[in-house]
């Protein structure tokens, strides 16, 4: 949507045809590139239709649709990692972040010392088990949850930060995986330290949440795994941390910081708990995330094109009765 489009204050149900156009237009290039190099998937027309459902049925609708654009751009990024797999650009480190999660936290047992991974995969419990696997659900669906909740309580702004700010440490964590490749502690349990490109994603300790539900809801998630070769950083330590920093703005329920203090540790437990990531994936998902916060509050705000470019989408997204 242009900037234009965005200055003005809609007063009509139906989009104007310069917004209808740009709304057109951009699904099929989408559903082209996506079909094209990527591969189509029926959840891939679900979308689209869902995307013309909303911005054409109501003004409501339609400002809902533009006010999360940031994480339906989220989610078009992460899919189109596929379009060039990180391991085509740069080495993948295997043994680099091993050596150094052993130095840094490693446990001894016996005359070994093992990673903290390596242990807790020695030292299962069924009630850890079924945490991580329900703290690891919580990754993605909380923060949007947070993020509606601002949305439509009428903290427009506040909701519009998060969200930029979501997708920002997003795009600044993918640029990592491509400047810096690096294998999953489970890629090291059962490949070794050997880099095998195209290695399928595996639910490694999820897959124990997975038998005693029978969900099978992970074995669907990772089967489907954009990149198996992007543990640094840790983007499911990244999401609640977000969602808890902003959490603790004012006006924020009291519910929501509990919630958010709570999944975030839960997933920082699960990560390392699961060999789904290093102690040091999650720390540098963390400080990626305080970064991104930083970064887009004290330096983009000061920013005055970019406020009022803020300014502009916060008036165009604000709910107001019709």
């Known amino acids: 949507m242009s900037t234009s489009a965005l200055s003005k204050p809609m007063k009509r149900s139906l989009p104007s045809v310069r917004e209808a156009l740009y709304c057109i237009v951009t699904l099929l290039l989408w559903l082209?590139?996506?079909?094209?190099?990527?591969?189509?998937?029926?959840?891939?027309?679900?979308?689209?239709?869902?995307?013309?459902?909303l911005f054409f049925i109501s003004v409501p609708t339609r400002k809902f649709l533009i006010a999360i654009l940031p994480f339906i751009a989220f989610g078009v990024s992460y899919d189109w990692m596929n379009l060039l797999p990180n391991y085509m650009v740069n080495p993948i480190d295997t043994d680099g972040i091993y050596g150094l999660e052993k130095n840094l936290f490693g446990i001894k047992s016996g005359a070994s010392v093992l990673t903290p991974n390596e242990y807790f995969a020695l030292h299962t419990h069924p009630v850890f088990d079924f945490l991580s696997g329900f703290?690891?659900?919580?990754?993605v669906p909380v923060p949007l949850l947070f993020g509606f909740y601002l949305y439509f309580s009428g903290?427009?702004?506040?909701?519009?930060?998060?969200?930029?700010?979501?997708?920002?440490?997003?795009?600044?964590?993918?640029?990592?995986?491509?400047?810096?490749?690096?294998a999953p502690p489970w890629y090291v349990a059962l490949y070794g330290f050997d880099a095998v490109p195209g290695t399928p994603g595996n639910v490694a300790g999820l897959g124990a949440f997975d038998e005693m539900t029978g969900l099978g809801v992970f074995d669907m998630l990772y089967a489907r795994n954009a990149n198996v070769f992007a543990a640094l950083p840790s983007l499911h330590s990244a999401y609640p941390f977000i969602a808890m920093v902003y959490a603790f703005r004012r006006g924020v329920p009291s519910g929501w910081k509990i919630v958010t203090v709570l999944i975030s540790v839960g997933i920082w437990f699960g990560a390392v708990y699961s060999s789904h990531h290093y102690i040091i994936d999650v720390s540098c998902g963390v400080i990626l995330s305080i970064a991104g916060i930083l970064f887009f509050e004290k330096v983009l705000m000061?920013?005055?094109a970019f406020r009022n470019f803020i300014n502009r989408y916060t008036s165009y997204i604000t709910q107001r009765r019709y």
Do not use: Q
């Open 32 to 53: 082209l590139v996506t079909a094209l190099f990527i591969g189509f998937r029926i959840e891939h027309v679900f979308m689209a239709l869902l995307v013309c459902a």
């Open 135 to 139: 703290f690891y659900l919580c990754w």
């Open 155 to 182: 903290k427009t702004r506040l909701y519009l930060h998060f969200a930029l700010v979501f997708l920002f440490v997003n795009l600044l964590g993918f640029a990592c995986y491509y400047i810096h490749p690096a």
């Open 302 to 304: 000061l920013w005055p």
